[in-house]
């Protein structure tokens, strides 16, 4: 079945450092890969979609990338602020094509400390 | 804020009952998913609604059923309530063109407590 895997262990960085979340998927060739936002108790935000056939997509600071070869998408968040302390969610559209119906990873917990 | 509402935010129900959660979509938006979320893990995908049409189910049993309304707006039923249940049940509303669906917007969340 589809499984999707994210850094199980939260990241701890300094404000002004770069953050890398790394998800990794198995048995399944998604079209279409997006990253969500989630702040405890609240529902979540979406943040960037990435297509199969491109590579990179960049938004303010912001950077996802999909190599469907590794299958494993990167999310970089540069000159991290405490503000971005969150949890990241990973997830895979399940249908065919853009259905909305998300297979999510478990998340991401992300800890910025000034 | 998304434009997302669902209701009731917090709700606790005994073992064996019935309950019934409310997601108001975002205007314009005619698709509505339903996800469960466990503490410490992703979103699950229970079902989504097109036109108010069951649109695709997840791994959840029948006892999960839905509805969605002519203004797109919709419920989400659990029967026979099981102490695993208890769960962040989320509601995400998008508009679906020819060319698949928009970005989700999720609403707060239902937190449901079965005891």
């Known amino acids: 079945s589809q499984k999707i895997e994210q850094n199980s262990e939260a990241l701890n960085i300094q404000e002004g450092k770069t953050a890398t979340l790394t998800c990794n998927y198995t048995?399944?060739?998604?079209?279409?890969l997006q990253w969500y936002r989630q702040d405890p108790g609240r529902g979540p935000v979406f943040l960037l979609l990435?297509?199969?056939?491109?590579k990179e997509k960049r938004k303010e600071r912001l950077k996802v990338t999909f190599d469907t070869t590794l299958k494993q998408s990167l999310f970089h968040i540069t000159a991290s602020q405490p503000a971005d302390s969150a949890t990241y969610l990973c997830?895979?559209?399940?249908?065919?094509?853009?259905?909305?119906?998300?297979?999510f990873g478990q998340g991401t917990t992300l800890q910025v400390k000034p | 804020e998304t434009g997302v509402t669902q209701s009731p935010t917090h709700l606790i129900k005994t073992r064996g009952q019935q309950v019934t959660l409310r997601c108001s979509s975002q205007?314009?938006?005619?698709?509505v998913s339903w996800y469960q979320q466990a503490l410490g893990q992703g979103p699950q995908f229970i079902f989504q609604?097109?036109?108010?049409?069951?649109?695709g189910r997840g791994n959840f049993p029948p006892r999960f059923s839905g509805l969605q309304f002519p203004n797109y707006s919709s419920e989400l039923n659990v029967n026979a309530l099981e102490l695993d249940d208890s769960a962040l049940y989320l509601c995400?509303?998008?508009?679906?063109?020819?060319?698949?669906?928009?970005?989700?917007?999720f609403g707060q969340g239902t937190r449901l407590t079965v005891v």
């Open positions: 048995n399944y060739s998604p079209a279409y």
């Open positions: 990435i297509r199969e056939n491109e």
């Open positions: 205007s314009g938006h005619n698709t």
């Open positions: 995400a509303s998008s508009f679906r063109t020819g060319g698949g669906n928009t970005e989700a917007f």
């Open positions: 997830a895979l559209d399940g249908g065919s094509g853009n259905t909305g119906k998300l297979i």
């Open positions: 609604y097109y036109r108010e049409e069951e649109n």
